[in-house]
């Protein structure tokens, strides 16, 4: 933060959850966090309730396809994701 950085990047977060931003921004409440690896849109809002200003996402949209190559289902997963950011954020 220091040197400029605009996020500081978390990852990966799997392993550790929301809690561990909260842990983090207790010491350093200013910390603009975001979480990678492990967020879902079913954990998404739990992350934005800790305290992060964004979220990196992948794999959730990526591999949605993977099973039988319908990229159909990426475009679903991308507006899933969607959805659950907006609602979280509200």
Known sequence: MEAGADIVKLFPTDAVGP????TVRAPLPQAPLLPAGGVTPDNVGDWFAAGVVAV?????ITKA???DGDYRKVTAAASEFLDA???ART
């Open 56 to 60: 990196g996402v992948g794999s959730h």
């Open 85 to 87: 950011i907006s609602a």
């Open 65 to 67: 396809a993977r099973a």
């Open 19 to 22: 809690g561990y931003v909260r």
